[in-house]
């Protein structure tokens, strides 16, 4: 092991840079008898991050957060050179909250010359955000799928924010049998509902204010399918709102199954609304449960 | 554990049939600290298979032998009905080599219900076989996946026969980082040189004296190249003595570079000639290794 690849402590927290030196971490930690858990992430921390944190943190007694943007699910027209960096910001934080080790690996590590494998998960990973970025479940699964065989923790934590990324990491992580319980955490929100987010960072004052909308037009749109409207209609008429409001564009606005994301029209089991919209320089996506409507009988 | 999940006893060998039963008896041998070694098969076993045991042997205290004809890597039109099946005679075999544990699953506990989830491997997973065979490693990065991260072994064990699939498999390995290593093992032959293979049974006597004839061309074409012959004279000589050795079709005669299949015109590093062909009922695939030719000084 070179000098420059120990692992280095900064503020307190282990921060590593080499899959042999996470392994090695944890392989003491299992050797303790230790549960690990992971929280994978793209860095530029805020509030929602760290309630996956400390969601991993309640189920095991030793936590990892990887923090890598991952070049592999940017298109090349995206904001992969933009998307907000700051390691010394996140390093505080997460010494704040007693991490144990952060994963921070390099581009070539991950992405070593001659890389050729793809995962990519049909069914779930296609439709709603795939449909306009095509590259990025791909570059999702195959990034989840490297980190949880890196790490094998035992539960890896994700947030619901990503509805679609968080349904197909369970789908590749239960087919690909990685030894994982996949968790899902509900959305951290600004003081108007508006879903935490790094790309948030991207909007304007009045930009920010119209986004708030986005999150209320969800849960009215999940309420009237909740009581009993069809998806038809209560998208038709959520779309013609959005459009009103002030998004340079709407992407989606679709009812789907919570757990499959296949189309549905009436909640009969637990489903979801998702949007993804434009506005200026950002694309915001978020989601609202929508609870089973309960069929009166006769 | 229901009693018909339960592990039973055939013939000495230890036989589970799920990848909880697979894990339990992994992790006891862990806990032991015995090294691990899968050998993947298809069934239908034959000597070539066992110098694959052996190989997980010499290397292993701890051997599975993984058996499953995986359809995923079978186009609807390709041999999945008819490929050879034999549970007996290999459990046998392999009770004789003292194999500890054969994993026999059915097609839905590879395969449950939902499965969604695909592994490619580019570069060298395209060409040679994947010409005619578009379906075929995809089918096979899959599910050796899946049997990497379910066993979790150190080392896995395939042979050189399949040449294209090792590299395949090394790559996946190496880029979702599974923490194995991957050996391959030399071909094993017939008395005249025709590698052995559960494919040479739908051979007719007329048919398998031409099929013998495939061996010796490879190494005719090898010995050429390596003499400093460039590969397009060795290899348009070479698919000129194929045409009229009574083969029906020539799916490919080609040389490459024996670890990243680049095609290569001449062997200035170790190289591989490879073939497929095609006759009666059967697809034949052979491969030979050629040395790097020392060139001459000046």
Not at 83 to 101: Q, S, T
Not at 111 to 126: K, S
Not at 183 to 212: F, K, W
């Amino acid at each position: 092991m070179t000098a420059r690849r120990s692992p280095s402590l900064a503020q307190g927290v282990v921060r590593v840079e080499t899959v042999a030196n996470l392994r090695r971490a944890v392989g003491v930690w299992r050797a303790d008898g230790h549960r690990v858990g992971l929280v994978p992430t793209m860095g530029a921390l805020h509030a929602g991050h760290l309630a996956l944190v400390e969601e991993a943190r309640r189920r095991c007694p030793r936590v990892v957060v990887s923090v890598f943007v991952n070049p592999a699910q940017f298109a090349p027209a995206e904001d992969f050179d933009e998307y907000p960096r700051d390691e010394a910001g996140d390093m505080a934080k997460l010494a704040a909250l007693g991490v144990d080790l952060v994963f921070a690996p390099g581009r070539d590590e991950i992405y070593p010359a001659g890389f050729a494998t793809t995962v990519t998960v049909a069914g779930a990973g296609a439709g709603l955000c795939a449909a306009t970025r095509p590259h990025f479940f791909a570059g999702v699964a195959t990034v989840v799928t490297k980190l949880l065989v890196q790490c094998l923790p035992d539960v890896a934590v994700f947030g619901e924010k990503d509805y679609q990324q968080l349904v197909v990491v369970r789908r590749l992580a239960r087919d690909l049998d990685i030894p994982v319980e996949i968790v899902g955490v509900p959305t951290v929100r600004e003081a108007d509902g508006l879903a935490m987010s790094s790309r948030n960072a991207y909007l304007t004052p009045d930009e920010r204010r119209i986004a708030g909308g986005l999150n209320v037009l969800l849960a009215d749109v999940a309420g009237r399918v909740a009581r009993g409207e069809a998806a038809s209609g209560a998208l038709a008429w959520g779309r013609q709102r959005l459009a009103g409001m002030g998004f340079d564009s709407i992407d989606y606005l679709e009812l789907r199954d919570a757990e499959t994301l296949e189309p549905v029209e009436r909640a009969t089991r637990p489903a979801r609304v998702l949007a993804a919209v434009r506005i200026g320089g950002a694309r915001l996506i978020d989601n609202r449960p929508v609870a089973p409507v309960v069929e009166a009988a006769g």
